[in-house]
C-alpha cells in the first residue's frame, strides 16, 4: 500500500516557474514507477500523461507538450518525486496528480497506476 500527498501547486504568471512535490508513504517506494498525470478543467474525467520516472530514476518519460520545460525528479531516500515546471503556459492550468506503479514497464496510462494523490491545482495566468 502506498499513500501518496502532492503539495506545491499555485498561481503563477505565464513563463514562470513551480515545483511540485508528491510524498509518499510505504517501504517500497523505491521499486515504484512514478507519474505525474493532470486534469484541465471542465475536462475532469480525463488523466492527461504528464511524466514519468522509473524506479531508478534511470529514465524518464515526457509529454510533447512539456518536454523542454518540465523535469520530472525523484529521491528515494525521502520517498519524494519532483515535477519541476518552467516557462509555464496558461494551456498547463489543471489539477496535477501524482501516482504510482508497481508494474516497471508502466508509462504513459493512468491505468497503469495503482496509486493516486489527492491532487494539487495549478493556475497559470496570461
Known amino acids: 500500500q502506498v499513500q501518496l500527498v502532492e503539495s506545491g501547486g499555485g498561481l503563477v504568471q505565464a513563463g514562470g516557474s513551480l515545483r511540485l512535490s508528491c510524498a509518499a508513504s510505504?517501504?517500497?517506494?523505491?521499486?515504484?514507477?512514478m507519474g505525474w498525470f493532470r486534469q484541465a478543467p471542465g475536462k475532469e474525467r480525463e488523466f492527461v500523461f504528464v511524466?514519468?520516472?522509473?524506479?531508478?530514476?534511470?529514465?524518464?518519460y515526457y509529454a510533447d507538450s512539456v518536454k523542454g520545460r518540465f523535469t520530472i525528479s525523484r529521491d528515494n531516500a525521502k520517498n519524494t518525486v519532483y515535477l519541476q515546471m518552467n516557462s509555464l503556459k496558461p494551456e498547463d492550468t489543471a489539477v496535477y496528480y501524482c501516482?504510482?506503479?508497481?508494474?516497471?514497464?508502466?508509462?504513459?496510462?493512468?491505468?497503469?497506476?495503482?496509486?493516486w494523490g489527492q491532487g494539487t491545482r495549478v493556475t497559470v495566468s496570461s
Open positions: 501516482a504510482a506503479s508497481a508494474d516497471y514497464r508502466s508509462t504513459y496510462y493512468s491505468y497503469q497506476y495503482d496509486y
Open positions: 510505504g517501504r517500497t517506494f523505491s521499486s515504484y514507477t
Open positions: 511524466a514519468a520516472i522509473t524506479w531508478s530514476g534511470g529514465s524518464t
